[in-house]
């Protein structure tokens, strides 16, 4: 319907978020909009991230079907025809603000549909959803067309918002919505690419929510080259892969790589032959994006050539909790080998302090990522004592979000986005750095 | 490893060594896997790459043919170049054998695709 004369208010979309993550609500939208060069309103990052409904105006609906196109975290999408703290005040604005012809082709007469009604933090009984259907005033809605529950070719959507707790929910819905469904978010992808399934599985495989929402906030897309210093299975390589990106990464854990250690899963007693970073790619047939996963020191940037250079830097990197930070180097004073030593000689390693990690990777982000490329990586933080100076700071690296998920009431990850906004003038820059 | 890979990398990590670079390819077993052939991409990534050592890294692992000695002018509409291009940077890709440092000539052995870049605690 873009372009109908439907007026300023036939622009109205609704989004309703999944409730999870709700501090990576803002940043993940911006960054899909970011994405697609969709404008939105100015000030809309003020949003209330505990209410799970969020109107846009967009200039058209295939806007709203590409911010949905990537969103992890948006359930679905809605044409807004009209809202209310009433339904008899969502009522007057569908006839105020949404013509009866631009109902028409999806209710009226020639159209099969059906009106689902959804509401949020409280149960409704089947027998209120019907009453709620049946109430609807036909002069302001034109529902003459064929009501069909299994094959409508358009679902009308009832959304009914009974506040932020479910414990204190009012009887009535403090917020009532009408809209068309336009399109599903991405939320199936978490089942599709759910790590029970996954070949190459290790202990810090990134849940596949958390995942596709890095790729998303990397900007991963279509002919981009993604990084992981820290692959590990590959997890975030799956994830910007199925975004279209090609994609590589360095582990300094040469028994992972080469899925020769003992199995993550507590069933299996060895590890396949088959597994690899490249085959969990070909399980969801993205081994066209595999570039390489090599054996290396992620401290060591040298490793690259300095023409390198990464539309996006995605990883978790190693602080301890499950697999401890390592990089290569000896405690000794004099760490020589003999010749003897060397053949088969595995290489010692020592500890890679948390704020080194940062600090590295910080300046490989620095040095490899394009100009507007981006970083994005976990840092965990102690809760109690975390401030905003924690997070490590590099002059050619902007901040563009920062988001929290809580593991327990003292220890949190955030997720945080930096972009390259210059080039490296100075090829390795101590960071200040604070961090737990 | 793919040859795309092999043209980034350098032995620069190593104590002492700064003209690490090209790595020499010591190749005992070479696969060609089909990738979906993307001209966007391999456009993309042509002006990153040293285009002389990926000649060398071609030849040397015995799949030079084809490629001209520089990049053609406009490559971008030539998909002839680019089939190549794309052929010797992501089909290529090296199974068994070893990388050597130009300088050190410190050997990398490639296992079953991955090359093992770490290097032992007196060489770092």
Redesign the interface.
Same mark, same amino acid.
């Given at each position: 319907m873009s372009g109908s004369p439907c007026g300023r208010l036939g622009k109205r979309f609704l989004f309703q978020f999944a409730n999870e993550h709700l501090d990576f609500r803002v940043a993940e939208f911006s960054a899909i909009a970011d994405l697609f060069g969709i404008k939105l309103e100015s000030g809309w990052q003020s949003k209330n991230i505990k209410d799970p409904f969020w109107e846009f105006q967009l200039s058209s609906s295939t806007d709203a079907e590409k911010l949905a196109s990537r969103s992890m975290l948006v359930k679905s999408a809605l044409e807004l025809w009209g809202k209310g703290a009433t339904y008899p005040e969502m009522y007057e604005d569908v006839r105020q603000n949404t013509a009866k012809h631009c109902m028409i082709p999806f209710c009226g007469n020639g159209a099969s549909f059906k009106i689902k009604v959804d509401t949020y933090n409280k149960k409704q009984t089947q027998e209120y959803k019907v009453q709620r259907i049946n109430d609807l005033p036909l002069d302001v809605f034109p529902l003459e067309g064929k009501i069909d529950l299994k094959n409508a070719d358009h679902i009308l959507q009832i959304c009914e918002n009974y506040g932020e707790d479910h414990n204190t929910a009012p009887d009535t819905p403090c917020m009532v919505y009408f809209g068309r469904w336009l399109v599903d978010g991405q939320r199936e992808k978490i089942k599709t690419y759910n790590l029970k399934e996954r070949l190459f599985l290790g202990h810090t495989s990134m849940d596949p929510c958390l995942s596709l929402l890095m790729a998303n906030m990397g900007k991963c897309c279509?002919?981009t080259?993604v990084f992981d210093p820290f692959v590990g299975t590959g997890s975030l390589l799956v994830s910007a892969a199925q975004c279209g990106s090609?994609v590589?990464g360095?582990d300094?854990d040469?028994i992972l790589?080469?899925a020769q250690g003992k199995p993550s899963r507590a069933k299996q007693k060895k590890r396949s032959k088959d597994e690899?970073i *490249?085959n969990n790619l070909l399980q969801y047939g993205l #081994? #066209?994006f595999y570039? +390489? /996963?090599?054996? /290396? +020191?992620a401290s060591?940037s040298?490793?690259? +050539?300095s *023409?390198? #250079?990464v539309d996006a830097i995605i990883t978790d990197p190693p602080y301890g909790v499950r697999e401890g930070a390592k990089k290569?180097?000896?405690e000794k004073n004099d760490?020589?080998?003999t010749e003897e030593d060397?053949d088969g000689?595995v290489?010692?390693k020592i500890d890679y302090h948390l704020s080194d990690v940062f600090r590295d990777l910080l300046n490989f982000a620095a040095r490899f990522l394009r100009i507007e490329g981006r970083l994005v990586y976990w840092l965990p933080v102690y809760s109690p004592e975390y401030c905003e100076e924690n997070i490590p700071r590099h002059p050619c690296l902007q901040l563009v979000s920062n988001c929290e998920q809580k593991l327990n009431s003292r220890i949190s990850r955030r997720l945080i986005t930096m972009e390259k906004c210059h080039e490296c003038q100075v090829r390795l820059i101590t960071l200040c750095f604070s961090g737990v | 490893? =793919?040859l795309?890979?092999h043209?980034?990398?350098?032995s620069? $990590?190593i104590k002492g060594v700064t003209k690490g670079?090209p790595l020499q390819i010591m190749a005992e077993k070479v696969d060609v896997k089909e990738? !979906?052939f993307?001209p &966007?991409?391999v456009t =993309?990534?042509l002006p =990153? $790459? &040293?285009w002389s050592a990926l000649i060398k890294a071609a030849k040397d692992v015995g799949h030079g043919d084809g490629l001209p000695e520089a990049v053609i002018e406009n490559p971008e509409s030539n998909e002839e170049f680019l089939k190549a291009a794309h052929n010797a940077l992501?089909q290529v890709e090296v199974i068994e054998g070893k990388l050597v440092c130009p300088e050190s000539q410190r050997e990398f052995p490639i296992?079953?695709? $991955?090359?093992?870049?770490?290097?032992? !605690? &007196?060489e770092?």
């Open positions: 279509k002919n080259l090609y590589m360095t300094i040469y790589l080469h690899s *490249r #081994q #066209q570039i +390489d /996963a090599l054996v /290396a +020191d060591k040298s490793l690259w +050539d *023409r390198l #250079q290569l180097g000896s760490p020589s080998l060397k000689h290489p010692q | 490893m =793919k795309l890979t043209n980034f990398l350098t620069n $990590i670079y990738v !979906e993307n &966007d991409f =993309k990534m =990153k $790459i &040293d992501m296992n079953n695709g $991955i090359p093992n870049m770490l290097l032992n !605690e &007196d770092v």
